[in-house]
């Protein structure tokens, strides 16, 4: 509980202020505007800073939201309060449709699409007539509980601020379980999560809404504050605002959002009321000082304010250690009998003129270690990503257990029972070891975002946990398992990523130069390590470049020295030799 | 019909210039260059005053941005300080401003001719570009593409404000390059419109050239692609950086002068104007010269065409254009992509 602690304290500060004798009713406004501007920054936090999906538009998902209201409440007369969730489901499906299309963008794409349907929607709000084009919607109730209007910035600051800390609450709920871990691995690219059976564009999908709903919330409740709507609240200069807001506090903290909105509201409050009195009335002068501190705050502080400040308080999360009697429910195994669980049958893979994988044909028998060698370039890891679905095959066969797996998506393989490691290390590096290793458990739980918001989801999140901690006792690191993973070393993360792969009960284990980086002592214990998981039942494909690590594991190997070459080219440097 | 398309070509070929821009900032600096469009109304406003007989703000402000910039080059390498560096860091940040803005002064009022204006109008937003990148992203210049954004909107804020305070809310136009004018059929043909055309085709020409032939231009693609890797064989990519800005100044500068005698511009037209520039740069994808110059004339038309068939919904239907697009950009882009943070 000591981790609610500050948050109550929080509360109880906030319920108070409207209080305070003698504060002047400006104030609470410009609190209401914070609390305003932090719902959308929050949502922003997990979209951006999370989830690595930057949006100049939340400012047009706020104008869903606030339009939905004034139009429902001003023409039909409906009740404000059944309006709401009216309002946050046409946002919610509003970002459905633009999220489809958004989700799909990577790199400089997206944050590009973005402003550039935030501005389409922004000229839309101020043409529609029934919108009432750039005048928009004036005369929209206030909220009203019995006979108690919310009118005045005193009453509707505990509307707002109350769906500020419900809203903190739920999101940071959500980040701390199964969903939020899948959510806070694909900043770091979705191949890694995939492979562990993540549905990434459904993910980022969630999260898209979930930011949508947020603004639609604060657009909402702006509604029945300003009692007005017009498009330039809704504008990309806002979008703007919010994501500088949310860079200001620090993308990627959900109270970040919070201090960012009262940081980036304050000042633009105290340079429009101060400038004209130093310079004189003249022009934007708050723009150019506002433009000049955001650039001079990023070369200071490129991370935020919220997590500098942190790093100052001496205030250390006390985590639990999960309790590691809870169990899973392991995947049933074949017989001992001997099988040919991964039939590889002249794989072939072609980057235009180059081929990668040339022909390559082997097969790996359950309870069995094998290893792929070869030189750098030969297509080792090409042949990974061919068996764990990230890349198709140009041709060939690829089957597990009988069943093609050829055109399968990365989540499919790993539903199979198929792990693997990276050979460039793919972990969150700002998250601990334990929950990069519960990424692993991720196709074995079931809890959704909704139950996780809501707390609903701790028997089968502790059953995750377990299973984690479970797998980096197994691999040595429970000293390590509540640090970050990227302060360990490069080999220690390359055991990581094997405790990671071990939680998805793998029948088959793949991992590429698991032995890189390791001293020799750690390589031994790695060794019996894969002894152990192959008597237990476990087959193992692994690319490695040290000869004695691999012949010490004595098990037949298959060798691949086919180099990539060029069709065109024509020259035969190499070929394939079996065993 | 034919006119709309000449307007959607004239237009177009305006978003194509500010699109290669763009470009060339971002593929150099990995800056998405949302000041471009203040570049346009700098120039733009700029020549328009000195044509109008006033002296532009604008030549004041690069002599505060060179004095900035001194200072952080004065910062920066205070542990190293040599005369040759010093005075070097002199000539460009102190005297180079200085003298634009005593050249400026000189003539402002003495209705100079029009390829003088043009060239002082450059100058100005040239140097102003250049300080830019010295003094706001320099010093970022390793960080993620979202902070080098958000640095970027900051300066698309001030620049904006600084552009209010120098010009004024009141609308501009400046006098034609040329008043000829001739008709072909039914199509006229002003000097100004070809003008445009063959500063477009010239730009496109000679970025080209610059990048596919040059050292200095390959040495700004290696840039992009790897900045450690460029610095390692010996590139400075803190002057790569500032010649892209630079060029980008001028390309904004070039076309705001080219613009101002067709159509009335505010201080913060700018905005508008290289969004729609950008919308061209990334239907060519961010990379490539001439299908940026191709979509920035499809994004001219689409515009022509609505603002005539539905001129209300003419925005909309611009900044919606860009999201098929986009869907199949991001289709087209290779599966297994890296991630770089």
């Known amino acids: ?90 946002s919610g499906i509003a970002a459905v449709a633009l999220g489809l299309v958004t989700v799909r963008l990577s790199g400089h794409y997206l944050p590009l699409g973005t402003i550039a349907w935030g501005l389409g929607l922004f000229y839309l709000f101020s043409k529609l007539e029934f919108l009432g084009r750039n005048d928009g919607i004036s005369a929209i109730p206030p909220l009203s509980i019995g006979s108690f209007r919310m009118i005045d910035p005193g009453a509707i600051y505990f509307a707002i601020w109350i769906a500020v800390l419900l809203s903190a609450l739920l999101t940071t709920n959500l980040l701390d379980s199964r969903t939020g871990r899948a959510i806070r691995a694909l900043r770091r690219g979705h191949i890694a999560a995939e492979a562990f059976g993540v549905h990434a564009p459904r993910a980022k999908l969630l999260v898209f809404i979930y930011a949508a709903v947020l603004a639609g919330l604060s657009g909402w409740l702006y509604a029945h504050f300003q009692r007005a709507a017009n498009p330039t609240p809704f504008g990309a200069q806002a979008g703007i605002e919010y994501l500088f807001i949310a860079v200001v506090g620090g993308a990627g903290y959900v109270w970040g959002g919070v201090l960012g909105a009262a ?54 999360p006390n985590r639990k250690r999960p309790d590691i009697s809870l169990k899973l429910p392991a995947r049933p195994r074949a017989a001992d009998t001997p099988t040919v669980l991964l039939q590889i049958e002249h794989a072939r893979k072609q980057f235009g003129g180059v081929i990668a994988v040339n022909d390559v044909s082997f097969d790996v028998q359950a309870r069995e270690i094998v290893a792929l060698i070869g030189p750098n370039g030969a297509g080792k890891s090409t042949t990974f990503n061919l068996i764990t679905g990230v ?71 502790a059953r995750l946990l377990a299973e984690a901690a479970r797998q980096i006792e197994r691999v040595g690191l429970t000293e390590q398992i509540d640090q970050p993973a990227g302060s360990l070393s490069l080999g220690q ?69 086919s180099a990539p070459r060029s069709p065109k080219a024509g020259r035969k440097r190499s070929r394939a030799i079996p065993r | 019909m034919l006119f709309l398309v000449q307007d959607g070509v004239t237009n177009g070929a305006i978003y194509a210039l500010l699109g290669l821009a763009l470009v060339l900032v971002f593929a150099v600096t990995r800056v998405i260059l949302i000041p471009q469009g203040e570049f346009v109304t700098y120039g733009a406003l700029t020549y328009a005053s000195l044509s109008a007989g006033e002296m532009p703000g604008t030549a004041k402000l690069a002599v505060a941005m060179g004095v900035v910039a001194m200072g952080l080059d004065l910062f920066a390498g205070r542990r190293s300080l040599h005369l040759r560096g010093l005075a ?68 698309h804020l001030a620049l904006q404000g600084f552009g209010l305070v120098f010009f004024g809310a009141e609308g501009q136009r400046g006098p034609p390059i040329s008043d000829a004018a001739f008709s072909i059929g039914a199509l006229r043909f002003t000097g100004q419109s070809i003008a445009v055309y063959a500063m477009t085709v010239a730009f496109i020409a000679g970025l080209w050239l610059f990048f596919g032939l040059t050292l200095y231009g390959k040495a700004l693609r290696a840039t992009a692609i790897n900045r450690l890797g460029a610095r390692l064989v010996g590139i400075r990519t803190t002057l790569s950086g500032q010649i892209a800005f630079l060029l980008a100044s001028v390309i904004g500068a070039v076309s705001g002068i080219l613009i101002v005698p067709i159509t009335t511009l505010y201080y913060d037209t700018g905005f508008l104007i290289g969004l729609k520039g950008f919308i061209a740069a990334i239907i060519g994808g961010l990379v490539s010269y001439p299908l940026t110059a191709i979509a920035a004339l499809v994004v001219g038309s689409v515009e022509a065409f609505s603002s005539f068939y539905a001129s209300n919904f003419k925005e909309v239907i611009v900044f919606t254009l860009i999201l098929p697009v986009l869907v199949l950009r991001s289709l087209a882009a290779p599966a297994v992509e890296e991630e770089k943070d």
């Open chain 1, 263 to 316: 940081i980036v509201v304050i000042l633009k409050e105290i340079l429009q009321s101060y400038l004209p009195y130093v310079f004189g009335g003249q022009g934007q002068l708050e723009t150019i000082v506002f433009g000049i501190l955001l650039v001079v705050l990023l070369q200071l502080a490129p991370g935020g304010v919220w997590p500098w400040l942190m790093a100052r308080v001496p205030l250390q």
């Open chain 2, 88 to 155: 070097r860091a002199f000539a460009i940040n102190i005297v180079l401003p200085s003298a634009i803005f005593a050249l400026t002064y000189g003539l402002a009022g003495r209705h100079p001719p029009i390829a003088i204006n043009i060239t002082l109008s450059l100058l100005i937003v040239a140097v102003i570009g250049l300080f830019l990148y010295r003094i706001a992203f320099q010093p970022i210049a390793h960080t993620s593409v979202l902070v080098l954004l958000i640095a970027s909107v900051g300066c």
């Open chain 1, 1 to 90: 509980m000591t981790q609610r602690l500050p948050i109550i304290v929080f509360a109880l500060i906030m319920a108070v202020i409207p209080f305070i004798p003698g504060l002047p009713p400006f104030w609470l406004v410009l609190m209401d505007n914070i609390g305003l501007a932090a719902l959308v920054a929050m949502g922003l936090v997990l979209l951006t800073g999370v989830g690595g999906l930057t949006s100049f538009g939340q400012a047009a998902f706020c104008g869903f939201g606030a339009y939905t209201t004034a139009v429902l409440t001003t023409a039909y007369g409906i009740s404000p309060w059944l309006t709401l969730p009216l309002s946050l489901l046409v």
């Open chain 1, 493 to 561: 993360q390359r055991i990581v990523e094997i405790a990671r792969a071990l939680c998805i009960d793998p029948i088959l284990l793949l991992l590429d130069e698991p032995a890189a980086g390791l001293r020799h002592m750690e390589k031994q214990r790695l060794a019996a390590l894969l002894r152990a998981l192959r008597d237990g039942g476990m087959s193992v494909l692994l690319v490695e470049h040290d000869m004695g690590f691999v012949m010490d594991l004595a098990d037949p190997s298959w060798c691949s020295t």
């Open chain 1, 391 to 461: 890349l198709a095959s140009s041709g060939g066969n690829i089957s597990v257990q009988g069943k093609s797996i050829d055109r399968a998506p990365p989540q499919q393989v790993a539903k199979l029972g198929i792990a693997r490691t990276f050979q460039h290390v793919k972990l969150v590096p700002d998250m601990s070891v334990l929950e990069n290793v519960a990424i692993g458990a991720h196709l074995r739980g079931s809890a959704g975002a909704i139950s996780s918001m809501f707390r609903l989801d701790r028997a089968d999140e």
